[in-house]
């Protein structure tokens, strides 16, 4: 197997990007991370382009071709790669494959979802397509609604407080402030997110991830390439590894609600291929889409025991300083959480920190990151491990 | 959407769903809805199909005020992950019962009912929903 190194980053800020079309957001993501890598778009064998619900919410699909047209590099392998929420993170490891195959000397993931051109109640039946559309999306389901079945189930398993809970957006929100891609740049307390409207009990508005729209893409390459063809050798990223795990698609089939088994699958199986221990894990993303999602993948990750990912919250162990620095760039709360690149924006805020580009935000000689990418209600779970190698 | 206006797609699942028919695994023993080849837990196929009991009891429940488009009209309502009596869960709406009723481990049972229409000129979908049970 090759060695996989990322040499380029690149992304929009996430917002309401009135004026910026899908493939606009695409095209200017891709042109920032090669420009990023010093590298000619040529140099690109393929793109691996992760999105959920271009069809439903703009009318297109066949993402590759279009962008390979739109980017003038029409001929390369280039295609869509769908799980849902977890897009971002499946292209990633795609594009990982193909590297670390040896089939590819030079690759990039990108992510896209443009979500604001349509009405609210439109996105709501998109994102319930995540879960089975017969027997559970018929019954009238949303994801927010299945979310909030998982966060009463963990409350009465450990009789926890759900303002231990709802902390967790005020976390993020706090690091948002310091970063410049950041959908909400301002912090909030947790009587606000208490006092926001419920969207499906117990699960409030300042509990969700926000709609928006964004693109970040990442190139990756072999160490071949990187010694030919890369001219800035400094802040190479290497990937340790990269695992996608699924589990049983909807919760009723499921003999547990409160840990998401494909999280504790893939990363057992990424630390193992990484050759390391949660411990050795410097900063990490994870896929906090609610915050009851947030706390226990804090679990399933092994940075905290079950039934005590608040717990962690709550004493500060996730802050920048703190045991394991997390979401330090805004989380899917407040750095946004364009659904398909979402994957590809954890891995953009991972490499920012390894790379000591993340300003005020900085984790202190932050050399080895995980992120972690939740499609649906954890039905697949993608973990990549990122290490600073020179 | 083309796939919310299909008459097919709702005439091929019409046991499974107006029947309650699920499924247990000769294996694990898991019981499960709907019915399928292979079990979810086990991955075995020698499962066998099987009437589900229409009663059964809420293991936990949402309220639903931010739906999908297809049901942003019936605002808000119960969302609720029941289990029956023989183990096996499901998905389903609550039906016959105020806001303020639901609680956790409440009995109830199944009623057949109307779930959404496919547009104005299109066919009306039907389903399991439950409702408190005496
Ligand atoms: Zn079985």
């Not at chain 1, 929009?12 to 010093?38: C, F, P, Q, Y």
């Not at chain 1, 709609?211 to 990937?239: H, M, P, T, W, Y």
């Amino acid at each position: 197997m090759e060695k996989v190194f990322i040499v380029g980053i690149g992304a929009t800020k996430v917002r309401e990007h009135w004026n910026l079309s899908l493939r606009d957001l695409m095209v200017k993501s891709a042109i920032k991370a090669i420009n990023n890598a010093g590298i000619n778009k040529q140099d690109i064998k393929a793109i691996y382009i992760g999105n959920m619900s271009s069809g439903y919410l703009q009318g297109q699909e066949h993402l590759g071709a279009l962008l390979a047209t739109w980017l003038g590099i029409a001929g390369v392998s280039a295609c869509k790669v769908e799980a849902a929420c977890g897009s971002g993170g499946a292209a990633f490891h795609q594009a990982f494959l193909a590297v670390a195959s040896g089939l590819y000397d030079c690759v990039m993931a990108l992510g896209v979802e443009k979500m604001t051109d349509a009405i609210t109640s439109d996105v709501t039946s998109a994102l319930i397509m995540a879960d089975d559309q017969e027997y559970v999306a018929f019954t009238g389901a949303s994801f927010v609604a299945l979310n909030a079945l998982i966060y009463r189930a963990y409350i009465k398993e450990y009789g926890v407080k759900q303002e231990d809970i709802a902390l967790f957006a005020v976390h993020d929100h706090k690091y948002a402030v310091n970063n410049p891609y950041a959908q909400y740049r301002r912090e909030i307390k947790i009587e606000d997110v208490m006092n926001s409207p419920l969207i499906a009990d117990p699960i409030h508005l300042l509990e969700c991830a926000p709609i928006g729209d964004g693109s970040a893409a990442i190139i990756l390459c072999n160490e071949r390439f990187l010694e030919k063809k890369v001219s800035d050798q400094e802040g190479v990223i290497e990937v340790l590894s990269s695992v996608l795990a699924t589990d049983i698609i909807s919760l009723h089939d499921r003999d547990t609600y409160i840990t998401l088994n494909a999280t504790r699958v893939a990363s057992s199986k990424a630390y193992k291929m990484a050759r390391i221990e949660p411990k050795d894990v410097n900063v990490v993303e994870v896929h906090d889409a609610f915050t009851i999602l947030g706390v226990i993948s804090l679990e399933d990750l092994g940075f905290a025991e079950r039934g005590s990912g608040w717990e962690i919250v709550r004493e500060g162990e996730i802050e920048i300083g703190g045991k394991i620095p997390t979401n330090t760039m805004g989380g899917l709360k407040a750095r946004g959480h364009p659904v398909g690149a979402t994957g590809i924006y954890q891995i953009f805020d991972i490499v920012t920190q390894l790379r000591g580009e993340a300003g005020k935000n900085q984790v202190d000689n932050a050399e080895i990151g995980l992120a972690q990418n939740v499609g649906g209600v954890g039905g697949t779970v993608i973990i990549n491990i990122l290490k600073r190698v020179r | 959407m083309a796939y919310t206006k299909s008459v097919p797609r709702i005439w091929r699942e019409r046991i499974r769903k107006y029947r309650l028919l699920g499924g247990v695994c000769n294996d694990c023993g898991k019981v499960f809805y709907p019915s399928r080849r292979f079990c979810p837990r086990c991955g075995s196929g020698n499962v066998n199909k099987v009437t589900l009991p229409r009663t059964g009891k809420i293991l936990y429940f949402t309220v639903i005020r931010n739906a999908p488009t297809e049901f942003k009209s019936f605002e808000p309502y119960i969302l609720a992950l029941i289990e029956l009596d023989n183990g096996a869960r499901i998905l389903a709406q609550l039906t016959d019962i105020d806001l303020e009723e639901v609680y956790e481990g409440m009995p109830v049972e199944a009623v057949f009912r109307k779930y959404k229409e496919q547009g104005r000129d299109g066919v009306i979908e039907y389903g399991i929903k439950f409702r408190p049970r005496e």
